[in-house]
């Protein structure tokens, strides 16, 4: 560091306060090191190119450590529950597996309903998937069965490819329910199974990261377009309404309308028993809310509304007196496993691809969360294997697709759940209800499920307010937000997923398309650089043009980053280039012309030797002295010596094409330094346009340097051949100070001239 430099800092320090200023002296370092090009660096650090790693030959080892890896790996229940602690853990799951237990039994038979299935298929699923999850799951604290968003999505399936329409009895025109169900459980267990193979599979080639394409803002303005789904599916529950199935666009709109026509219809008794089974839910969840430091456990109230609302109708008669719709029958048991359908493949396949990516995007997110707070890993790619085998052989077993519920997950974490034991626990408190209780329920009214499943929703329709702290925060995830709500809410679950993502994968390539270009200036006193529009102390160096694009450059934005680059540049180069073109062919055929009239001149003339060489090349244009031992046709010598002397006398370095000699303005720097620290990569357009640049700006006088190119870039370049005999590594810095300080030292280098070594 220079004598400038310390006094430049002293002064600064002089400004600031006494304990700023010691501390500043403090953090103060001085490095001298060589100035350095890539060449150099390469050959300083002994670079040498990375060898890949093939794992794919780790795939076909065989030993016996391998193959016990392997079986922990698919099957995590092997590795933790041998060293399972019971003292520690095992009353707090049995406690939370209680809990979860209590609030699975009614979500379980209202999501049922949800999905437009027998209530008690609710109930299936809540017992072989959340047991299949307990032995290959890795995250200790979700809780996998019936969820919301994923029951919908099963309901829009349903009624779409089974609309009460087909079951139509022609004798009465009443609609033949058991044909109907029937129908609805084949398609929905065949979903599951189709679901679940897409899961495995995605699992097992690894194909967990697919979920990253699924942003937290897409996700939640997913869920809550879902959840407003939810919400207008189970009005005619409420309103004790019937209403015909719509599926596709806009069938939520053409819902509304239809409940909003058909008010008047509504059934009274069952208006007032959602109301006061909503009421009763809102406020036992506030008494909860309240309480919840002295309880050990949260209230029940789902489970206490579901057994005080079957006892109120059994015992009032709810159905018969006031017309109130009940679950009714609800068999006792298990049924047996049955195969999926192939015949109903075809129509499924997109369905069941939507369902899996979106129900696993809802348990890998839950699963990190709770990981990060406890301290645990997920793998994302078993967690993808192990809800696929949960709805796989939920499926032959009549069940729907589960993902994992953030209400239940949250009571599994609060009530002292460590482990997946508290799912196997809950699993076998709903089997006894299956195989004992489950009859007990069948006067339960669809009413009160309804308003259950409508109080639950409360969470999701409270991420509304994600829409003022995004507009606040990040305006383009606010963009992600409503374009995912609105085409859902609009298309349907299916396609508004699918546009949701191309939205959001678009909106990526046109940020790339807009970065943010900056000229680049020295802080004062520092080898740092920064965008002199946004820092005052940052200064250009004179004759050189610091560029930065905050975007690596590639085909889609190779284009507007030479666009940008020439405008912040403040020359008009494309126009100073086609100006000195025109200026060379003038010259050229001016002396053409004059080469011509000379050669006439020297045949007519006698007793007169002359001898002129004109050389009509664009870059190489010279002339030999011009010997008259006479003065004749004086002036048109005179014209012809004046033009090649000028050319000799403007010309020795650049052959008579400079600016200069031809009257062109010159820019106004001479060195152009390009920061790349910002690629990431490199492809065959970027690679074009930097050579289009070295090209264009050589034409104009301005030597182009490159600076901060990461290795892995810097190989690239190499593959792509970016570098030649007149590109070559030395036109490469380790930073933008080096190329600066190369630049200023050789302000008219050529790529030929040798890269000198200098000291900082």
């Known amino acids: 560091m220079g004598p400038s430099e310390a006094s430049g800092q002293r002064d600064t320090q002089t400004l600031l306060p006494v304990p700023q200023a010691m501390e500043l002296r403090k953090r103060d370092y001085h490095v001298e090191r060589p100035l350095l090009n890539q060449e150099q660096l390469e050959e300083l650090g002994c670079w040498t190119s990375a060898t890949g790693t093939r794992q794919w030959r780790t795939w076909f080892q065989c030993s016996r450590a391998r193959a016990r890896a392997l079986l922990f790996q698919h099957l995590p229940v092997l590795a933790w529950l041998p060293r399972y602690p019971l003292r520690d853990w095992l009353l707090g799951d049995l406690l939370a597996g209680l809990s979860v237990a209590i609030m699975q039994l009614p979500q379980g038979l209202a999501y049922a309903l949800l999905a437009g299935l027998p209530p008690v298929f609710g109930l299936y699923s809540s017992f072989y998937p959340v047991f299949v999850y307990f032995l290959f799951g890795t995250s200790r604290h979700i809780s996998v069965g019936t969820f919301a968003v994923m029951s919908v999505m099963v ?172 679950v009714g029958n609800i068999p006792a048991g298990l049924v047996p496993p049955a195969a999926p359908n192939p015949q109903l493949f075809a129509s499924l396949v997109g369905y069941a691809f939507t369902i899996a990516v979106v129900g696993f995007a809802i348990a890998i997110s839950l699963g990190k969360i709770f990981a990060l707070r406890h301290g645990y890993r997920v793998d994302s790619n078993q967690e993808l294997v192990a809800l696929g085998l949960s709805n796989l052989i939920g499926g032959i077993f009549q069940c729907f697709p589960v993902s994992c519920s953030m209400s239940r997950s949250l009571v599994q974490e609060g009530a002292g759940g460590n482990t997946q034991v508290a799912g196997a626990v809950s699993s076998l408190f709903i089997l006894i209800i299956i195989v004992k209780l489950g009859e007990l329920f069948r006067d339960l009214p669809k009413a009160v499920l309804a308003a259950a499943i409508i109080v639950n929703l409360k969470g999701m329709l409270m991420q509304f307010t994600d829409i003022p702290s995004l507009w606040k925060s990040n305006r383009m995830d606010l963009l992600i937000w409503l374009v995912t709500f609105v085409a859902t809410i609009l298309l349907n679950l299916d396609i508004g997923l699918a546009v949701a993502v191309v939205f959001s994968l678009l909106l990526v390539v046109v940020r790339t398309q807009l970065p943010h270009y900056s000229v680049l200036g020295q802080v004062t006193d520092t080898d740092i650089y920064q965008d002199v529009a946004e820092y005052s102390e940052a200064r250009e160096v004179p004759g050189v043009k610091v560029f930065r694009s905050s975007a690596t450059m590639y085909f889609a ?16 180069v494309d126009h100073l280039m086609s100006q000195k073109k025109k200026r060379l062919r003038k010259k050229e055929q001016k002396l053409k012309r004059l080469q011509k009239t000379l050669q006439k001149q020297t045949a007519a003339s006698e007793g007169t030797s002359v001898s002129i060489h004109v050389n009509t090349s664009v870059r190489d244009m010279e002339s030999n002295n011009v010997e008259d031992s006479k003065a004749q046709q004086a002036s048109t010598g005179n014209e012809v010596e004046d033009i090649a002397a000028g050319g000799q006398e403007d010309t020795k370095a650049s052959n008579g094409s400079t600016l200069k000699a031809l009257g062109l303005p010159q820019p106004h720097f001479h060195s152009l330094v390009l920061d790349l620290s910002a690629l990431s990569f490199v492809d065959t357009v970027c690679i074009k346009s930097l050579k289009n640049i070295f090209r264009d700006f050589r034409e104009i006088e301005v030597e182009v340097y490159l600076a901060a190119c990461h290795t892995p870039v810097v190989t690239q370049l190499e593959a792509g051949h970016f570098f030649d005999a007149s590109i070559t590594k030395q036109h490469l810095f380790a930073s933008v100070h080096d190329a600066v300080l190369f630049a200023l030292q050789h302000p008219k280098s050529s790529p030929a001239n040798p890269v000198l070594m200098t000291k900082l």
């Open 557 to 572: 934005n190779a284009e507007l980053y030479s666009d940008a680059l020439k405008q912040r540049c403040g020359i008009d």
């Open 155 to 326: 309901g829009s399936v349903t009624e779409s490819l089974a609309p009460d329409e087909n079951f139509l009895q022609a004798v009465n025109s009443t609609i033949d329910e058991a044909t109907r169900d029937a129908t609805r459980v084949e398609l929905a267990s065949t979903l599951s199974v189709l679901v679940g193979l897409f899961q495995v599979g995605l699992g097992l080639v690894r194909f967990g990261f697919v979920v990253t394409y699924l942003s937290e803002p897409l996700v939640r303005g997913y869920t809550t377009a879902a959840s407003v789904q939810v919400f207008v599916s189970q009005l005619k529950y409420v309103f004790g309404l019937q209403l015909s199935s719509r599926s596709g666009p806009l069938s939520l709109i053409y819902t509304v309308l239809e409940v909003c026509s058909k008010l008047p219809q509504s059934v009274v008794g069952t208006v007032v028993t959602a109301v006061v089974a909503g009421v009763v839910l809102v406020l036992v969840k506030l008494l909860n809310d309240k309480l919840h430091r002295r309880l050990p456990l949260p209230i029940p109230g789902e489970l206490l509304t579901l057994i005080g609302a079957t006892a109120i109708s059994y015992g009032v008669g709810l159905k018969h007196r006031f017309g109130v719709d009940i």
